[in-house]
């Protein structure tokens, strides 16, 4: 156990490395290895949770993904998920989730833009690696090798799912940290301006989502970002990215 603690700690001071904003991150796995995660769990969603029959919803949701993702790497699939919850997720190789809940929230593809856009920040920043490498070095590398290495049965698969923001149960979504879920909001949004959908409309999102969501516990009892300081940290970085958004506008990459 002490050697097991003794190199996982020395993974971590190697694998040290800088976020896109700047932040201190560690990361500890190959990126194909996350993928493969990734693949895994995004096929056990598939299997637990209904696809959305609405072909004309789909085709929404996917044309909107495939604005925001034409400006990172790799390919997307994208699957809308016939769930009441106004979710949405992104996970290592190219996967997106939509809940069909979030169609009564985001009132116009801006704003579904936003929720995607914010989404695929994390894996482009690989927040899901950083989670994992936390909880390999946390626990000595224990569980979270076996969970990696191919564990079988419920438990491991459900591991997984939790390493990668996934809740056991369909349909919920564990948060990252604060830190994370912040550094995705602001790269969420340059990805939206740069893809030609409105990085005002981020605000009137959140702003939906507070009314919808109800009263909040306390930020500090909490991992999120509260409605009212994720819109004020929105509104601080908009004037940045009005000028991308207008460039994409003028070049014609606007979705509308």
């Known amino acids: 156990m002490k050697k097991l603690l003794v190199l996982a700690v020395m993974a971590a001071l190697l694998a040290c490395s800088t976020s896109p904003t700047g932040r201190r991150t560690l990361k500890l796995f190959p990126e194909e290895q996350m993928g493969e995660m990734g693949a895994a769990a995004y096929q056990e969603t598939k299997k ?7 072909a004309r919803a789909r085709a929404y949701v996917a044309c909107v993904s495939s604005a925001i993702t034409r400006n990172v790497s790799g390919s997307w699939e994208v699957t809308l998920f016939e769930d009441e919850s106004a979710n949405a997720f992104a996970l290592p190789g190219g996967k997106i989730g ?6 009564e929230v985001a009132d116009n593809q801006h704003q579904l833009a936003a929720v995607i856009g914010h989404e695929v920040a994390h894996v482009q920043a690989e927040h899901a690696n950083e989670r994992v490498s936390t909880g390999y070095v946390a626990q000595a590398g224990l569980s979270v090798v076996d969970a990696i ?11 997984i799912m939790a390493l990668l923001g996934l809740g056991a149960q369909v349909g919920v979504l564990l948060p990252f940290s ?43 009892l909490s991992t999120h970002p509260s409605h009212g300081t994720r819109i004020s940290d929105l509104q601080a970085e908009i004037p ?15 979705p509308d």
């Open 240 to 254: 940045r990215q009005l000028p991308p958004y207008e460039a994409a506008r003028q070049a014609g990459r606007t």
């Open 149 to 159: 290495t191919g564990a079988r049965g419920v438990a491991g698969q459900q591991q």
């Open 98 to 103: 939509v809940h069909t809940g979030l169609l």
């Open 178 to 220: 604060r830190a994370q879920e912040g550094e995705a909001d602001i790269l969420g949004l340059r990805l939206m301006a740069q893809s030609g959908f409105d990085p005002r409309e981020s605000v009137r999102l959140w702003q939906n989502m507070a009314a919808a969501g109800g009263g909040q516990p306390p930020e500090f």
């Open 48 to 54: 637990s949770t209904p696809i959305s029959k609405d």
